[in-house]
């Protein structure tokens, strides 16, 4: 069943809610079977690579989500956040990498995480931290660590064939610590123009992941875990040889950037911003909403694109796009909708009162200015859940 | 006293604090004396033009600042949302002016706050929102609208002359609602070049909403009040006759937009956000920090500016620039900093676990990433207090 404005609304609608049981706009739609879809998929991927999916929880930042991940129970995940690690600790995740390069005076956290019965792994990239990992051996707590490798230029992490992946191993070996293995992210692979580029992409992660694994077995490590990822590469990925879990996290909504790479179609998108029309400039072809950059994030990430969607594309609240019409403009709780530059769709008529879906640029970005997800429950039309989110550090 | 790193913690910090008395970073800090200063800065320009300020509290969403604005007591005040509204309420701010044109389904809230006892007073550009505004009279409550008028076509209102205005007022006044009067934004003054744009933008803002009042006036309205306001224009005015009250927000922080087109000094920036260096690429010249985009924002509004500030300039955490050290990059929990293109400044030597300011491109998306405010106290290079903030629709 295809769902229609009038069905869309929470399942406690009253009729006292001025809003018609909708939760106040702006807001985050989430469509349930597009996500399990979206999982399935990768999941499915996996399974023929014959490697583990070790999810990034930065994007959703949702136990909710992240229990879709795992069929209801848990499982490893990747954090960007102590924060993330501590909550999702506290709903019996346990096995749980950092990916984010450690500050030494955040170890105090993560050696309380360990006393409390986490795994919890951390990502350096220098002698430094690595010998502050190993200082914290002191305190009984053997601290596992990944060494982070930069295939493609584009953050952190030491190159393939620096030494220095060695001898970071020996500084946290012999201080007492754990080289747990190596950990690559293809950033990369955002800025990839077609299906080859992403399966190089793939590949050279995967290349540059065992390579340094490989470097620190020769040297008398056993670095069991190579952990490589990206949505795009883990879609890509035509063999992971060598490699032992795959890290992803946007791939549970997905977005216009991946959509604008070929990872996924417009139609894969599980995440929308539903507003409101408050006003019209008809001279200037200009719908305005109550969803600005607020709701939807800063986030330009088509610009660099082919096709540069702005803001979003507009959606109807029950689901189909409407021909062209972007979100092109923001100011902190406006939107301006207008039809895209050079095409010959007519603006269609919005009266002030109506509410659309806004389709993400960045899923991670967009979220993140929300605190709940209202969830589409499949086959309904029907809000029937609210997943929480998580924010700070 | 000028705050050194050692010198800025938190007033009740331990030893026990792995931070060493620092909240986690990334945070904000906020400097007190510079917002105190800012305020001031405006107060005193409004007393020489005669006219009232009602404060836009979309910048700092902190009842805590807002007290600063008012002595420590409550005023007037102009808000974003109606959640800003409830909650300020809440706090014995009654006179509260939404500044974004009304979703007619918002006026339930709108009501149950008048019946509450706040003065809620709408913004509103069409006939179909004064109908809807003017039907709730039944229920008993009055409600005061603003007609909003467009000086510059960059976002909603009607224009100066456009015979809808009175249209409006006559729904509104018929129906049993209030024509409170006109509201304008110059939002084209955040393009502006030089004092002379900035001083002819609020000659215009003024002269728009004045028109429009008078209009409203020779048609039988009282429309007794004329609001006008931005930050630049607040700071530009020469002459506000006809004006009653100037919103304006951002003053309290400032941000590198505002200091790009002279409305401020760098050094008047109140508000950063602290980060800690957790690597480095010395090949490429970068620094990287444990404060991306989820902490800065995706602002890139000096992107369009003569000189692009990326996600920031940075500075030592007890105040002073690093010469044309900026924010070039960021990604999700990772900012990465360069010396700015052309300059022949030396990369400063930040080992891994250095804190460092970043000042914001954009104030309200910067501080809209956060939860508190971690204040420093004037005169001690400590942070003696949190202010809080809101967030949500």
Redesign the interface.
Known sequence: MVATPQDIRTAEGTDD????GLP????LLVDRARVERNIERLRSRLRQLGVGLRPHV?TAKSVDVARLLFDGGTGPITV???READAFAAHGFTDILYA??????????VVAAHRAGVDLQVTI??V??AE?VAAVADSGVRIPAFIEV?CD?H??GVRPGDPTAVRIAEVLERGGAEARGVLVHA?GSYHSRSRKELVAAAEHERASAVRVAEDLRGAGFAAPVVSVGSTPTAHAAEDLRGVTEVRAGNFVFFDLVMAGIGVCDVDDLAMSVVT??????PE?GWI?T?GG???T????GTASQPVDQGYGLVARLDGPLYPDLVMTDA????G?LTIRKGSRAALPEL???TQVRVLPI?A??TA????VYQVLQPGTGTIGSVWSRL???
């Open positions: 809610d001025p809003a018609g106040e706009t702006p807001f930065k960007s956040t102590l984010v390069g450690l500050a030494p005076h955040k170890l105090g956290r990239d220098s430094t931290q502050a930069d230029g953050r952190g950033g409101t029309v408050i006003g019209h400039q200037k305005i109550d950059w607020m709701a994030s800063r986030d330009r100011s902190q709780e406006h301006t009266p002030v009162g960045h991670c970005a993140a200015q929300h605190d924010r700070g550090w």
